[in-house]
């Protein structure tokens, strides 16, 4: 019964909010792709090739959770090679990267949390093993994979700070939904201990480490040695490259750099907003504030030294890392809980985050216990990109440490990787598809 209850109220929602999505989808192009995959449209894609292979379905979000798993899918590959790996995303941004590393005829939209739009996509591919990247609870898609006889898995399983009170405060109803779940693979022991506090079984509870640890590194764009070689044609430098920055962080970021450009008259700024829909207000934003600024999509090698590039661009960014003197990663002036800092740490290159990180509270603990990252209130920020920017034996180290920090904490994609083979080996036979169709 509590079933029915949420999905009437989900559709519920989901008429009174229509204004809204119709909007976003109008005004910003979001939410429209992938629309009929969404409410359980298999595409032909998929179906023609269902049943050739048995399926592991692997969901991540968005972005970031697509760049976490990517190290994680690769490694399914190899170990399962008699097996499909398809992949899930829920934002657009999410899509296109996943499309870009593991193919277009492996990677479709998460279906909307109702049960018809879910029985399609179980009846069709019959996965043996579901995937769920960090805490995606969806309460009919667990109970309806459950029901199909799929083995279900939560990886890189975490409760954010943030998170945590609002989980509490419903943990009588997430105690069913978490019984779905045959295994949790928690980032560290507290994302245990509250798992387990909110009903999960401790049986099915490990501590496998952060995947993000174990981004699986691409080939670079075409766009990195051209850029590297005007750098250098031009004398310009030294370069910050801005990364992830969300709605109120782009001010704070353009004042700093007018500071560094006191000093450093050819200094250059990457700058790269989270969310695609924002790109052209930024570029706005950055010529009100009266620097210079070319756009990525636009830029014929002009000059850059004393300017701004905005990236308006996806999955680019984690490459261009490498180019910076120091890298800023966003989310983190205001609270929104910040964004990943292992992506330029992997480069070797200085990092600076503002004081919100909650969502990555104890990657930056890692950091900072080892002097990798330097922590900053806003109105701290110039300050510590002009100490850093005058200390290059200290920056080089600096950076050196962040690498150093990354290549200690490996691990977890292999770790994962064998607690999903051990219950893989341990599921049983898949049942018929109609299990799942016709279970209310």
């Known amino acids: 019964m509590i079933y029915f209850f949420y999905t009437l109220l989900l559709g519920l929602a989901m008429l009174l909010t229509s204004p809204y999505w119709l909007y976003q989808a109008l005004r ?49 590959r ?112 507290q994302d245990c201990d509250r ?22 590194q691409t080939s670079a764009p075409a766009i990195l040695e051209t850029l590297r070689d005007s750098l250098a044609s031009e004398n310009a430098g030294p370069v910050l490259v801005c990364g992830s920055t969300l709605e109120g962080e782009e001010p704070l970021l353009l004042a700093a750099f007018h500071r560094v450009r006191q000093e450093h008259t050819r200094a250059v700024m990457i700058l790269a907003p989270r969310h695609p829909e924002r790109f052209s207000e930024v570029a706005n934003l950055v010529a009100a504030s009266g620097l210079p600024i070319v756009r990525r999509s636009r830029w014929q090698r002009e000059s850059l030294a004393g300017g701004v ?35 330029p740490a992997l480069h070797g290159v200085a990092i600076v985050v503002g004081p919100h990180t909650e969502n990555f509270r104890d990657v930056v603990a890692q950091f900072q216990s080892r002097n990798a990252v330097r922590v900053v209130a806003p109105d701290k920020l110039a300050a510590q990109l002009l100490e850093l920017l005058a200390d290059g034996a200290e920056r080089h180290a600096f950076g050196q440490r962040a690498q150093e ?9 292999a770790r994962t990787i064998g607690a999903l083979q051990e219950l893989l080996a341990a599921s049983k036979t898949r049942p018929a598809p109609a299990k799942a169709a016709h279970n209310h």
């Not at 029985?119 to 199909?148: C, D, G, K, M």
């Not at 680019?316 to 990663?329: Q, R, S």
């Not at 920090?405 to 994609?413: D, I, N, P």
């Open 405 to 413: 920090t990354v290549r200690s904490l490996l691990g977890a994609a």
């Open 78 to 189: 190899c170990r399962f090679p008699k097996h499909r790996v398809l992949v899930t995303t829920t934002t657009d941004t999410g899509q296109f990267v996943a499309r870009t590393r593991f193919g277009e005829d492996n990677v479709f939209y998460f279906p909307m949390d109702f049960p018809f739009a879910i029985r399609s996509y179980l009846r069709t591919l019959q996965p043996e093993l579901i995937v769920l990247a960090e805490t995606e609870f969806w309460p009919n898609f667990l109970r309806l994979a459950h029901a199909s006889g799929a083995k279900v898995a939560v990886v890189n399983a975490r409760i954010s700070d943030r998170s945590w009170p609002s989980y509490r405060r419903f943990r009588f109803l997430l105690k069913t939904m978490l019984a779905q779940v045959d295994l949790f693979l928690a980032q560290t022991q």
């Open 195 to 216: 798992l387990q506090a909110l009903g999960a079984p401790a049986g099915r509870l490990q501590v496998t480490g952060n995947l993000k640890f174990d981004i699986a």
């Open 28 to 76: 910003h192009g979001k939410y429209h792709a992938g629309f009929l995959e969404r409410l359980g449209r298999v595409p032909a894609r998929l179906a023609r090739k269902a049943n050739l292979q048995p399926v592991i379905w692997v969901h991540a979000v968005s972005l970031g959770e697509v760049l976490a798993v990517s190290g994680l899918i690769g490694s399914m």
């Open 309 to 343: 590039l905005l990236l308006d661009s996806i999955g680019e960014l984690a490459a261009l890392y490498v180019l910076a003197d120091i890298a800023f990663v966003g989310g983190s002036l205001i609270p929104r809980g910040g964004h990943n800092i292992i992506e």
